[in-house]
Structure formats: structure tokens, C-alpha cells
């Protein structure tokens, strides 16, 4: 069975209550921090990764990416996901090699470009270009931004939701999603569906599960969470005695 098959799996027959937990790791370090702490597999977090590596949100160049993602991939012997924005403009062959040549077994790929979401039945033609080329060598988690770009009716979240599955994603991702809304998705949803949680804040993994998330994810919140406490270590160290 290979990582791919392994990750895949990690996705089946989860109970209400038990969501696949993916934490985001930001470098090498924290992938080994994170696979020793016991978690079955990771994805990284394109936020996370970029403020590592002195960029903003969104500018990472893709070799700098790969490269990221490469590094963590050869830290750890369980599976990474690695979250890519949109593809950075790469043709679908290219971007499914690239990543599997960074060790990577998934993706997120997005469905907005500079705050604007894109055509929702072109991005599932190009979504199904992607999935073809990885003939099975990638869990394809495709991101929904409808309420991250300010639709929040439930029906445009779940017409884009159809389309993916249907172009072959394995996975669909509303980030962003409201709590209250999540029900209505998990019943209108064919297949897994990630959610985004926040570190230490409002619902836990396990109620997220009850609620309809197949996996949990943390975007850049573990990183951030590691900031801060870096933070506070450098205040401390410059306290006078």
C-alpha cells in the first residue's frame, strides 16, 4: 500500500465523533514535532508556510513552495497533504508532478484567484484535467471559498460541492463554513469533507465531527500559535532580573 492508498483510507469509516485530526506543519521541525506527537498524517498550510518563509499570504513563489514542502515530506514517515492555493498557474500534468516529486500524497486546491472566486464549472474541468493526470496518486481535497468570498447561501457552497465530486475530488473543503450550516452541507455532500478549525477556540474536532466534518484542519493556526509563544519567550528573555 502506498502513502497515497494510506492517506486515503485515513478517510473511510471515521465515526461521528472522530474526525481525521490534520495538523498543519510549517517547516521540517515542526513535522517531526507533529508525527511524534502521534498524528497519523499532516497538511501543510500555504499561510503557514509562506510566513516561514518571510512571505505574505498568497505570494509565495510555487518552487519555494514545492521546496517547503519537499522538506517536510523528508522529515516524516507519515503522509502530507500539502496545500497548494490554486496551482500557481500550473498546467494539471506539471502541478501533479511537481508535487509528487515534493512527497506529497494530497492537495488543497482552491477555487478563488485574488479574493475572486472563479467559474465554477471551468474550475471542475480543470479540477477533473488534475485528477486524471494523478490517476489515483493524489487524495484531492478541492476548497470551496463561496463563504469565504462572501456567499453565504448554502446553495452555491453545495453546487460547487457537486461539481468536484463529480470532476473527481476526493474531498471538498467550504472553509469557512458556519457551525450552523455545516448539517446541511454533510447531508447534501457526496464523500469526506474537511473543515477548518481554530486552535484552542470554538468548537472542538470531536463537535465539528458530530456536526459533519470528516477531517479537520487548522490552516495557519498552529504556526501562529508557535509565533506567539515565541513571542513571549523573547519578552521573558529581555526581562531584567
Known amino acids: 500500500m502506498t502513502k497515497a492508498d494510506t492517506f486515503r483510507a485515513l478517510h473511510r469509516g471515521r465515526l461521528p465523533d472522530d ?31 509562506a510566513a516561514s518563509l518571510g512571505h505574505a499570504d498568497g505570494e509565495t513563489p510555487a518552487a519555494e513552495m514545492f521546496a517547503a514542502v519537499g522538506r517536510i515530506t523528508r522529515a516524516v514517515d507519515v503522509p502530507v497533504s500539502a496545500d497548494v492555493e490554486d496551482g500557481y498557474g500550473l498546467p494539471p500534468g506539471e502541478l501533479v508532478e511537481r508535487l509528487l516529486e515534493a512527497g506529497a500524497v494530497g492537495c488543497n486546491l482552491e477555487d478563488s484567484r485574488g479574493g475572486v472566486l472563479k467559474d465554477a464549472h471551468a474550475h471542475a474541468d480543470w479540477l477533473a484535467e488534475v485528477c486524471a493526470a494523478a490517476a489515483g496518486r493524489l487524495f484531492v481535497n478541492a476548497r470551496i471559498d463561496t463563504f469565504l468570498r462572501g456567499e453565504p447561501d448554502p446553495a452555491r457552497a453545495l453546487e460547487r460541492a457537486a461539481l468536484y465530486v463529480a470532476a473527481g475530488a476526493d474531498c471538498v473543503y467550504p472553509i469557512g463554513v458556519p457551525t450552523a450550516v ?58 531584567r532580573p
Open 19 to 49: 474526525p481525521l485530526v490534520l495538523p498543519g506543519p510549517w517547516d521540517a521541525a515542526s513535522a517531526r514535532a507533529l508525527a511524534d506527537a502521534g498524528f497519523p498524517a499532516l497538511a501543510t498550510p500555504s499561510a503557514g508556510v
Open 182 to 239: 455545516l448539517p446541511l452541507l454533510r447531508a447534501g455532500t457526496e464523500g469526506p469533507v474537511n473543515v477548518l478549525a481554530r486552535v484552542g477556540e470554538g468548537p472542538s474536532p470531536a463537535e465539528l465531527g458530530e456536526l459533519g466534518a470528516t477531517r479537520v484542519t487548522f490552516g495557519p493556526g498552529v504556526q501562529q500559535r508557535a509565533t506567539a509563544a515565541v513571542t513571549e519567550i523573547a519578552a521573558r528573555l529581555r526581562e
